[in-house]
């Protein structure tokens, strides 16, 4: 063989050896880039959603709805904690909180402060395993499989934070019927402790909600089907869940890979309809646990509700951005 082409096939079989180990770097790289981005960026990257939905007895006024879900609150997370404090600013009518608060035994303070001035308006609330159970390091595979064995981590101070909440006027929602008149709105709701753990009674708030509201209006931490299909069948018009995270981990072009519960893929965050008259509202939260301290294609969120009565030619929409400056109107 000629010596230049010698030289041109050996130059070649260097590069087809080299290109494995080039195309594993580049995946790597790009691993874990994404992995920094996913940890450092986007589960800061705190975001206002807007929603406006046609739900309330026609002829009512409008109802400005705060929902608050899934903070996962670490002590230390100040960045978190100030985001949160700045909602107060919005001045909702009502405050929905679906649980998950805390992430370590001391976060009651934590929690407590980030709501601050959130508190002193109407509010109601349930819990999430999370609020009763501290984390605990899980293969990530298990989410894979809906019917793993759930292990829970040390009990953590329910106890405390729910009299926090109860002490500056917030409502407990689980297994009760709660009533209560705000901005010229009456609104019924009724609420069960989390689906996901198994603690749901929801005999205890069974049957239709007073006819005379002008909302009726469930909650639940975990959106699972069996508890929404109750809801449903008693005549509520718009349940509110957390306990998803939007999916957290979503990938372009797909969107959530799980749920984390019984709930369908298309409902993991947002507004979406549920049976023939019932609107669910799935918050993405704004927390993650502490062992898995990211999110990718999925910002933490809290979302501001405009519920509006129920006409001929409403439309829903949503509007997904940063959260406004103070005193500024939502859309």
Request: proline letters at 8%; one cysteine or more.
């Amino acid at each position: 063989m000629p010596q230049g082409r010698k030289s041109i096939t050996r130059r070649t079989d260097q590069l087809a050896g080299l290109t494995p180990v080039h195309a594993i770097a580049g995946v790597a790289a790009a691993g874990a880039a994404g992995l920094a981005y996913a940890t450092l960026i986007e589960r800061n990257a705190f975001a206002l959603r807007h929603e406006t939905l046609s739900v309330l007895e026609p002829g009512s006024t409008s109802l400005r709805v705060l929902h608050i879900s899934d903070l996962h609150m670490m002590p230390g997370q100040r960045l978190k904690q100030a985001w949160v404090q700045e909602l107060a600013a919005l001045q909702p009518d009502l405050v929905i909180n679906t649980g998950d608060n805390l992430a370590h035994p001391q976060s009651v303070p934590a929690v407590v402060q980030a709501l601050g001035d959130l508190l002193s308006l109407p509010g109601l609330f349930v819990f999430g395993s999370n609020d009763y159970f501290a984390p605990i390091p899980k293969n990530p595979l298990k989410y894979f499989k809906k019917d793993h064995k759930r292990t829970h981590g040390e009990p953590l101070p329910w106890q405390d934070l729910r009299a926090a909440f109860t002490e500056r006027g917030w409502l407990d929602a689980t297994h009760s019927v709660r009533e209560l008149e705000v901005a010229g709105v009456r609104v019924a709701a009724a609420g069960v402790d989390d689906p996901h753990i198994g603690r749901d009674r929801y005999e205890t708030i069974e049957g239709r909600p007073n006819p005379l509201a002008h909302l009726r209006l469930g909650l639940t931490h975990s959106p699972e089907p069996r508890v929404l299909d109750r809801f449903a069948d008693d005549g509520y018009d718009l349940v509110m869940a957390g306990h998803t995270h939007g999916g957290q981990l979503c990938l372009p072009g797909v969107g959530a890979i799980v749920t984390n519960c019984d709930l369908d893929r298309s409902r993991v965050k947002g507004v979406s309809a549920w049976g023939a008259a019932m609107k669910l509202h799935v918050s993405a939260g704004l927390g993650t646990s502490p062992y898995v301290p990211a999110r990718f294609c999925c910002r933490p969120e809290a979302t501001l509700l405009t519920l509006t009565p129920v006409s001929a030619g409403d439309a829903d929409y949503e509007q997904e951005g940063s959260l406004p400056p103070v005193n500024a109107e939502a859309n």
